[in-house]
């Protein structure tokens, strides 16, 4: 029997808390998932449910007396990541794990020539020389379809477009050749025609180079164009979990019911589209137990307890946190 | 006829730089600024095969003669000629003004840069500091640096070049701050970045412009106050010649011959005016709320 490979990101029971007004507050509750090379894990959820902050505490960037992880595991490769020494830290960051984030317009040194911000992790992570450094620089700029990377090379920030300098982040990400990219809302700035390209581009890559791909989101059709299995957070909580194309046939907790039924789609008219109705609570007046019942149709008394994330298919692959609707399959 | 493909290139904002150096080139104060510190420099450096006279040679001629074809500024209460003196005495101011002013930069900055960086104890106490530093009148700091001390050309660098330095720490510090704030440091962190690649490579340079137009208004102010250290006697020792100390033997003798405290001080007044025309023609230059 062969050894089943480590998944290339794997994160275990992660809690991690927030500081307001001097009181921690859990802002990711128990999250756990891997992604194995080839695959994309997809993060959905509303402003502040807990998505970007998984991926800041995954990369150990939590500003300090701000943020902590108090709970939980990171491995990648199947060594363990979290809770580790800063400068080792570092030499994983950009080296085995890329980042991409959302602001392509501010995310760039607006004084450093976009060459040598392309080349800068291979000088630093792999001591290349400069000259090898700037010319796999160019090779990257060509790899993200950066047309006429070598004339390129010397020009500034500001000489590019929104989309071109998200291509140049993605260069950027990946110059160390990193088996895991984390996107963090790696489109949401860009033109919708241009976030096509770009996501385009993101899965390209991924099948090239074998990339794990953790994709943060709150755009459900970028999740069903690139993402295999897909996370759903609400409050900090995972609450349903299931491979790509079954969470839109079969959504079962009433968080994604509701997330799907206020997305516009071409296919049926804008009278249909339902808000969810009230708000996130804020941290500090978050229920006990579901995070979602103040704004569930379906709330029952048991609600005030924190239901646990069951699988309710046969094969294990579907998980939902809820009472009502998560019963065993 | 075939299809013809046309590439356009089109960039969204013209480089900030390149208006800022077409600012600057255009700006007749700066220009007028930049050639009188060009012909000091010159001056400065070339000395030695400039300069009619040496500076130390006594007896020329009639002490506290008035100027005269052989010696057009006259002469000193030693018969040395006082051009000469003068034109050696700009190697000293110029040498401090820079050498102190660049030392302050470099030490300042990086303080200030690592106070704003890391903020927290670390700013704390370096702004505490810089705070005492600064409630200290410059000059008065720089006399008690220099008394303590003893006055050499070294010792008179170093007490202008801590005088000057809170200024840039400050400077350095604010503009890190709100560097600090900005999406391509965390980039960076992202990327696996120390935090001295971080502040060296990355918060250094989009800080560097309002540094430099500090430098160049410093530059000013450190002659200025070697130039008075030397008057009041705490600057490089004679023989030397030193402008401040050219009019300290002037004052001396102001009723015999007034001309010989005038000439050094339109020499300290003439390189003031030029090196704040550069330093406010920067400043001008580099401020994004100027009008384009």
């Given at each position: 029997m062969s050894t089943v490979a480590a998944p290339a990101l794997s994160v275990k029971n992660l809690t991690t808390e927030i500081r307001s007004r001097d009181q921690w507050h859990q802002?990711?509750?128990d999250v756990s998932f891997d992604i194995v090379q080839r695959e994309t894990v997809a993060l959905v959820g509303?402003?502040?449910?807990?998505k970007s902050l998984t991926a800041l505490s995954i990369m150990a960037l939590l500003p300090p007396g701000v943020g902590r992880i108090v709970g939980g595991r990171v491995s990648a490769d199947g060594q363990l990541i979290s809770g580790i020494a800063d400068a080792e830290m570092e030499k994983i960051r950009g080296s085995r794990i890329g980042m991409v984030f959302q602001e392509p317009m501010t995310s760039l040194?607006?004084?450093?020539?976009v060459g040598f911000q392309i080349a800068e992790p291979l000088l630093y992570?792999?001591?290349?020389?400069r000259r090898a450094a700037l010319a796999r620089a160019v090779e990257l700029m060509d790899l993200v379809r950066i047309p006429s990377a070598a004339q390129r090379?010397?020009?500034?920030?500001?000489?590019?477009s929104g989309g071109m300098r998200q291509r140049v982040m993605i260069a950027m990400a990946l110059a160390c050749a990193p088996k895991v990219l984390i996107a963090d809302?790696?489109?949401?700035?860009?033109?919708v025609t241009i976030q096509a390209q770009v996501l385009a581009l993101l899965a390209e890559l991924q099948r090239s180079a074998g990339l794990a791909v953790l994709l943060i989101t709150h755009n459900l059709g970028v999740v069903a164009s690139v993402a295999d299995r897909v996370l759903v957070m609400y409050g900090g909580d995972v609450v349903e979990s299931a491979a790509m194309p079954d969470l839109f046939q079969r959504p079962t907790h009433p968080y994604t019911t509701a997330l799907l039924a206020a997305m516009p789609r071409?296919?049926?008219?804008?009278?249909?589209i339902a808000p969810i109705p009230g708000q996130v609570p804020a941290l500090a007046e978050m229920p006990v137990g579901c995070r979602f019942q103040s704004r569930?149709?379906?709330?029952?008394?048991?609600?005030?307890e924190r239901p646990p994330l069951r699988p309710i298919d046969a094969a294990g692959t579907h998980h939902v946190r809820c009472w009502v609707t998560g019963g065993a399959p | 006829m075939s299809p013809t493909t046309t590439t356009v290139t089109i960039?969204?904002?013209?480089?900030t730089r390149i208006s800022t150096w077409s600012r600057i080139r255009t700006s007749p104060a700066v220009l007028a600024g930049v050639a009188i510190c060009f012909t000091l420099i010159v001056l400065a450096v070339l000395a030695p095969w400039i300069?009619?006279?040496?500076?130390?040679?006594?007896?020329?001629?009639?002490?506290?003669?008035?100027?005269?074809?052989?010696h057009w500024l006259g002469l000193d209460?030693?018969?040395?000629?006082v051009l000469s003196r003068i034109i050696w005495g700009a190697r000293i101011s110029l040498w401090v003004g820079v050498v102190a002013t660049l030392a302050a930069m470099l030490v300042g900055s990086t303080i200030g840069i690592i106070a704003g960086y890391f903020g927290g104890t670390i700013d704390r106490v370096i702004t505490m500091l810089t705070d005492i530093l600064l409630s200290f009148p410059q000059l008065v700091m720089g006399l008690l640096l220099v008394a303590v001390l003893g006055a050499s050309l070294t010792n008179i660098i170093l007490a202008i070049a801590v005088t000057a330095a809170p200024a840039f720490i400050r400077l350095a510090r604010g503009s890190t701050l709100a560097m600090r704030e900005r999406d391509f440091i965390d980039a960076g962190r992202a990327l696996g970045f120390s935090d001295m690649r971080i502040m060296f490579v990355h918060v250094a340079p989009n800080i560097l412009d309002e540094i430099i137009v500090m430098g160049s208004l410093w530059v000013a102010t450190a002659i200025r106050t070697e130039s008075t250290l030397a008057f009041i006697g705490?600057?490089?020792?004679?023989?030397t010649a030193t402008w401040g100390g050219i009019i300290r033997e002037g004052f001396e003798f102001l009723n015999d011959n007034y001309l010989l405290a005038v000439f050094p001080s339109l020499a300290i007044l003439i390189t003031m005016i030029a090196l704040n025309l550069i330093g406010d023609g920067l400043r001008d230059a580099t401020d994004p709320r100027a009008p384009q």
């Open positions: 802002a990711v509750r509303e402003s502040g449910c807990g040194n607006p004084v450093l020539t992570h792999r001591d290349l020389s090379i010397n020009d500034y920030p500001h000489q590019f809302e790696p489109t949401t700035a860009l033109d071409s296919d049926r008219s804008s009278e249909t569930c149709p379906l709330r029952e008394v048991r609600c005030v | 960039t969204n904002s013209p480089p300069a009619p006279y040496d500076p130390n040679r006594q007896g020329l001629g009639i002490q506290l003669a008035d100027p005269s074809g052989a209460s030693f018969g040395r000629d705490l600057g490089v020792p004679p023989p």
